[in-house]
C-alpha cells in the first residue's frame, strides 16, 4: 500500500461528505424517489459505459444478479430515497452525522452474517457509545421538533440501518468483484425498478422546470457523488482494505457540519457536537488498538520507501 491510499481517502470523503448538502438543495424541487431515481440511473449508465469502452461485461450468473439486486437495494436504492425524504426535514449536517452511525450498524449485522466478524467486548462498548451519541445528538430535537422533523430523523436512521445491511452483504458475496464491475451491476439492477416507479409516482415532473442550483445539484450528486465515488470505494478497497476504507466515516461528517454551516446557514448546537464526537469515539473505540494508526503509518512507510530505496 502506498501514501496515494492516503490521497483517495480524503478525495473519496471529499466527494461523499458534500452529497447531503447537495441532497438539501435538489430536495426542494426533485421529488425523494425521483433524486434518487435520477442519481441511480445516469451513475449506472456512466458506469455501464466505462464497461463498455474497457470491453468488460458484466456476469451472466442467475446467482450473481440475485445477490446484486440485494446489495443494490439495501446499499443504494433504499437508503437513497429515505435520505433524500428525511432531509426534506432535518437539517444537511444532522443527516451527514447520523449518517456517520453506519460503521457500527454494519459491526452488528456482520456479527450475524459473516462467522469471522463477531461482536467482542471493545466493540460492544463502542456500539454502546455510539447510540448514546445518536441519543444526544437527535433528542432535544425531537423534544422541540414537528411531527416532520421526528420522521425526518427515523428516515435516515433507517438509511443508515440499511447502509449496515448492504455493506456487510456487499462484503461478505462481492469481496473478490471487480472494483467497477459490483456498482456498475448493483445501480443497474436497482435502476430497473426505480426509474419505472419515480415516472409511476411523478408523472407530472419535468426536469426542463428545475433551477440551475437544483440541476447542477443533481449532477454533482450523480458523477461525482455516486460514479466517480463508487469507483473510488471498490479501488481503495482493493488496494488495501475494507478497514481502511471505512476510515472516510470520520470525514464525512466534517464535510457535512462544515457545508451546511456555510452555504445554508444551519445552526451547530452543544449538543450535535458533543452527540459527533460520542459517534466518532465509538466508531474508534471499535477498531482494534493502534489499528488506524498502523495502517495510516504502514501506508506513508511503504512510500518513502518506495521514494527513496
Known amino acids: 500500500m502506498k501514501i496515494k491510499n492516503i490521497y483517495l481517502l480524503i478525495l473519496l ?3 461523499w461528505g458534500p452529497s447531503f448538502l447537495f441532497i438539501k438543495i435538489a430536495v426542494e424541487e426533485v421529488p425523494p424517489v425521483m433524486l434518487a431515481a435520477l442519481r441511480i440511473g445516469i451513475a449506472a449508465i456512466i458506469l455501464n ?11 451472466l450468473s442467475l446467482d450473481f444478479w440475485k445477490k446484486t ?9 433504499l437508503p437513497f430515497v429515505l435520505i433524500n425524504w428525511g432531509e426534506q426535514y432535518v437539517d444537511s449536517s444532522l ?4 449518517n456517520g452511525l453506519m460503521p457500527l450498524f454494519t459491526i452488528i449485522f456482520a456479527h450475524f452474517m459473516i462467522a469471522e466478524e463477531q461482536i467482542t ?3 460492544l462498548f463502542g456500539i454502546a457509545l455510539g447510540f448514546i451519541g445518536l441519543l444526544v445528538l437527535v433528542m432535544p430535537g425531537f423534544r422541540m421538533s414537528s411531527g416532520g422533523n421526528f420522521l425526518g430523523i427515523m428516515s435516515i436512521i433507517l438509511a443508515t440501518v440499511s447502509y449496515g ?3 456487510t452483504f456487499i ?6 468483484t471487480s472494483s467497477i464491475k459490483a456498482p456498475a451491476a448493483q445501480l443497474l439492477s436497482v435502476s430497473i425498478y426505480l426509474i419505472p416507479l419515480a415516472v409511476l409516482l411523478y408523472p407530472n415532473f419535468e426536469i426542463t422546470s428545475l433551477s440551475m442550483p437544483a440541476v447542477g445539484s443533481v449532477l454533482m450528486l450523480t458523477v461525482f457523488g455516486t460514479a466517480i465515488a ?8 482493493e488496494q488495501s482494505s475494507a478497514t481502511y476504507a471505512s476510515l472516510v466515516t470520520y470525514l464525512m461528517p466534517i464535510y457535512g457540519v462544515v457545508l451546511g454551516t456555510i452555504f445554508l446557514e444551519e445552526k451547530v448546537s452543544t449538543w450535535m457536537l458533543l452527540g459527533t464526537v460520542l459517534i466518532l469515539v465509538g466508531i474508534r473505540v471499535t477498531k482494534k488498538p493502534n489499528s488506524l494508526k498502523r495502517s495510516i503509518a504502514f501506508n506513508i512507510d511503504q512510500a518513502l520507501y518506495s521514494k527513496f530505496r
Do not use: D, E, T, W
Open 69 to 77: 439486486m440485494i446489495a443494490g437495494f439495501f446499499a443504494q436504492g
Open 165 to 167: 445491511i448492504g455493506l
Open 230 to 237: 463508487f469507483i473510488i470505494y471498490f479501488k481503495l478497497i
Open 171 to 176: 462484503r461478505k458475496y462481492f469481496a473478490k
Open 121 to 123: 467486548n471493545r466493540k
Open 95 to 98: 443527516a451527514s452525522v447520523i
Open 13 to 15: 470523503a471529499s466527494l
Open 49 to 59: 459505459l466505462i464497461l463498455l469502452i474497457q470491453k468488460r461485461h458484466l456476469p
